[in-house]
Each structure stands twice: as structure tokens, then as C-alpha cells.
């Protein structure tokens, strides 16, 4: 079974430019979450998709930030601009969540490593 | 939400046994995690405990307490590939990580 797909794997741009991530799930999960990694922390929950509903988006820095999920499956998280603090692995996870609402397994994909420069 | 303390580091050597502790203040919790993250690598699953008590799987045992707020991820003869970051996380219905803690092990 293919894992959670995430592309690019690295990135390198210029601040104030824009950036997108790619990010297909796991056959069958119905909830997509974006993470943000910064060295030697944690991962920082960005925004979890339960199908197409973005339903948890607080962390979210929507001034510059931005991700859909169209079609309830493959989702993209895009920042324009990009600023020198954006610098982070960028992680997406999927899960499917149990019929009373408990917690599945979240899977992580390999992440996208951006640089700004 | 959640606040997740865990030690930054630990050391040991190859063959040992160590244990991670893990402490959490949460509003709600429905059970807590455990991953493995090497450099440069996404995290993976090792365990998830929604009920007291000590869970085994193979070379790492989980035990949580949740009256206490506690957890601890035990990592027994120890190899070289243990050697990683260990994330404790809390499930309340979304997940919030501990910043991690690394584990050298030496020969």
C-alpha cells in the first residue's frame, strides 16, 4: 500500500515569493492534516481536513497561507508571500477516523523541506 | 488544548534499556502517541495507549496513567538504529506534539 505522497521534497525560494506543496493521502483516508516542523520541535498542526471541509484551520496564518482540498482527496498548502521564518519542514499526515469519532493513526509523508532564502 | 513536556535528551548505550517520560495538561484527551522520527525522516507510529496500564510491542513498551498526566515510552536493548527523536503526542481529537526528545545511543 503507497504511503502519504508529498512533493516537492525540497525547496529553495526567494522571500516574497510564492510557494505551493503537494500532498496525496493514503487510499481511503478521509482526513488530511498540514503540519509545520521546525528544527528540533515538534510537528505544529496548520490545518485538518476532514474530506473536503477544512474543519480546524486556527493555526492557520491566513494572511499569507492557503490550502484546498478540492475534490476531498489530494490537497495542496500554498504561502505568498514567502517570509525568512517560513523556512521548515512541511509535513502532511492522513487518518481515518473512527465511526464515534475517535482518533485514528495519523501517517506521515516524507515532507516538503523549503528554504527561504 | 494541550501542553506536552518530555526531556530534550537522553543518552545510553547499545544493549540498555531507557525509559521517556512524558507529562500533559490537557482540556480533553481521548488517548496519547507515541512516534519515532529519524533525522531528516517523517515521524512513524509506534503506539498509541487509550487505557492505564503497559502496553509491549516487541523491544518498546508505552505505559500511560490518566489520572496522572503521565506517560513514559520504554526502549529496551537498545541498537544503534534507536538512535532518533521520540515525539509524545496528546489526542484530543486532533494532535499536539511534545517537542521531542533525542535519543543517542552508543556503542
Known amino acids: 500500500e503507497a504511503g502519504v505522497v508529498q512533493s516537492p521534497r525540497y525547496k529553495i525560494i526567494e522571500k516574497k515569493q510564492p510557494v505551493a506543496f503537494w500532498c496525496n493521502p493514503i487510499?481511503?483516508?478521509?482526513?488530511l492534516y498540514w503540519y509545520l516542523q521546525n528544527l528540533g520541535q515538534g510537528p505544529e498542526l496548520l490545518i485538518r481536513?476532514?474530506?473536503?471541509?477544512?474543519?480546524?484551520d486556527s493555526q492557520l496564518p491566513k494572511d499569507r497561507f492557503s490550502a484546498e482540498r478540492l475534490k476531498g482527496v489530494d490537497s495542496t498548502l500554498k504561502i505568498q508571500p514567502a517570509e525568512l521564518g517560513d523556512s521548515a519542514v512541511y509535513l502532511c499526515?492522513?487518518?481515518?477516523?473512527?465511526?464515534?469519532?475517535?482518533?485514528?493513526?495519523?501517517?506521515f509523508g516524507p515532507g516538503t523541506r523549503l528554504l527561504v532564502l | 488544548g494541550q501542553n506536552i513536556d518530555q526531556p530534550t535528551e537522553m543518552t545510553a548505550t547499545e544493549g540498555a534499556i531507557v525509559q521517556i517520560n512524558c507529562t500533559y495538561q490537557?482540556?480533553?484527551?481521548?488517548?496519547l502517541f507515541w512516534y519515532q522520527q529519524h533525522a531528516g525522516e517523517a515521524p512513524t507510529f509506534l503506539s498509541y495507549?487509550?487505557?492505564?496500564g503497559l502496553e509491549e510491542k516487541g523491544r518498546f513498551s508505552s505505559f500511560l496513567s490518566r489520572s496522572k498526566g503521565y506517560s513514559y515510552l520504554l526502549l529496551k536493548e537498545l541498537q544503534m538504529k534507536d538512535s532518533a527523536s521520540y515525539l509524545c503526542?496528546?489526542?484530543?481529537?486532533?494532535?499536539?506534539f511534545g517537542a521531542g526528545t533525542t535519543v543517542t545511543v552508543r556503542a
Open positions: 499526515a492522513s487518518s481515518s477516523r473512527g465511526g464515534d469519532g475517535s482518533q485514528e493513526t495519523q501517517y
Open positions: 487510499s481511503g483516508h478521509n482526513t
Open positions: 481536513y476532514e474530506n473536503e471541509e477544512a474543519v480546524d
Open positions: 490537557t482540556s480533553g484527551f481521548n488517548g
Open positions: 495507549n487509550v487505557l492505564d
Open positions: 503526542a496528546g489526542d484530543d481529537y486532533k494532535l499536539s
